[in-house]
T-cell receptor, first 114, second 114 residues
Framework: GENVEQHPSTLSVQEGDSAVIKCTYSDSASNYFPWYKQELGKRPQLIIDIRSNVGEKKDQRIAVTLNKTAKHFSLHITETQPEDSAVYFCAASTHGGSQGNLIFGKGTKLSVKP | NAGVTQTPKFQVLKTGQSMTLQCAQDMNHEYMSWYRQDPGMGLRLIHYSVGAGITDQGEVPNGYNVSRSTTEDFPLRLLSAAPSQTSVYFC?????????????FGDGTRLSIL
C-alpha cells in the first residue's frame, strides 16, 4: 500500500524566514496531495492541495510543488508569522479514481519565533 | 450548516466497556471516514464509507466496527475497549472520493481507556 514519509519532524524558524516541509510517497498511482494544518487541540484544516496534473500551486504565502517522477512534494511557507506555528501534515491518495483513500505523513511541528 | 459534528468531545472508559462514537455531516457528502491520531503517528485511517450501505477497512481496523445506514451518519463502535485504543478520533467527510475532493474534519473525540 501507499507509504508517506514526511521531513523534518520539527522545524524552528525566525519570523519572516521561509519554511519548507518535504514529503515522499511510494504509490505512483497517487494523484491527490493535500496539506493540512493542525493547531493544538484543534481539527486538521486543509490549507492547500495539488493534483497530479499540476507541478506547482500558490496561495498567498503558501505554495506546494510536486515532482511525480521523483514521487515527492513540498510545502513552502514564505514570510512566516507566529500564527503559522502548528503541526503540518501532508497526505497522498492511495490510488486514483473516485475511491482513493488518504494516507498521512507523521507531521511536522513548525515553530515560528518572533 | 454545521459541517461535521462529532459527539462526545471527551470520554473515559474502563477496559472491556463498549462505546459508540457518533459522527454526522449535513453537507450531503458521500464519502466519510474515521481516523485515529496518536502522538508522533499522524492520522491513521480506521474505516471508511463511499456511500450509504457501503463500508470498508482502512489501515488500522482491528477492534472497531462501523455502519452507514444513512448518508448523514457514520458511527464508530468499540465493542470491548482496550488501553491501546486511547487516542483522539477524527471523523471526516468529502463530497465524493478522495482523488479530487478535500476532506472536512470534525472537532475530534478524545477517548481514554483505563
Amino acid at each position: 500500500g501507499e507509504n508517506v514519509e514526511q521531513h523534518p519532524s520539527t522545524l524552528s524558524v525566525q519570523e519572516g524566514d521561509s519554511a519548507v516541509i518535504k514529503c515522499t510517497y511510494s504509490d505512483s498511482a497517487s494523484n491527490y496531495f493535500p496539506w493540512y494544518k493542525q493547531e493544538l487541540g484543534k481539527r486538521p484544516q486543509l490549507i492547500i492541495d495539488i493534483r497530479s496534473n499540476v507541478g506547482e500551486k500558490k496561495d498567498q504565502r503558501i505554495a506546494v510543488t510536486l515532482n511525480k517522477t521523483a514521487k515527492h512534494f513540498s510545502l513552502h511557507i514564505t514570510e512566516t508569522q507566529p500564527e503559522d506555528s502548528a503541526v503540518y501534515f501532508c497526505a497522498a491518495s492511495t490510488h486514483g479514481g473516485s475511491q482513493g483513500n488518504l494516507i498521512f505523513g507523521k507531521g511536522t511541528k513548525l515553530s515560528v519565533k518572533p | 450548516n454545521a459541517g461535521v459534528t462529532q459527539t462526545p468531545k471527551f470520554q473515559v472508559l474502563k477496559t472491556g466497556q463498549s462505546m459508540t462514537l457518533q459522527c454526522a455531516q449535513d453537507m450531503n457528502h458521500e464519502y466519510m471516514s474515521w481516523y485515529r491520531q496518536d502522538p508522533g503517528m499522524g492520522l491513521r485511517l480506521i474505516h471508511y464509507s463511499v456511500g450509504a450501505g457501503i463500508t470498508d477497512q482502512g489501515e488500522v481496523p482491528n477492534g472497531y466496527n462501523v455502519s452507514r445506514s444513512t448518508t448523514e451518519d457514520f458511527p464508530l463502535r468499540l465493542l470491548s475497549a482496550a488501553p491501546s485504543q486511547t487516542s483522539v478520533y477524527f471523523c471526516a467527510s468529502s463530497l465524493q472520493g478522495l482523488s479530487n475532493q478535500p476532506q472536512h474534519f470534525g472537532d475530534g473525540t478524545r477517548l481514554s481507556i483505563l
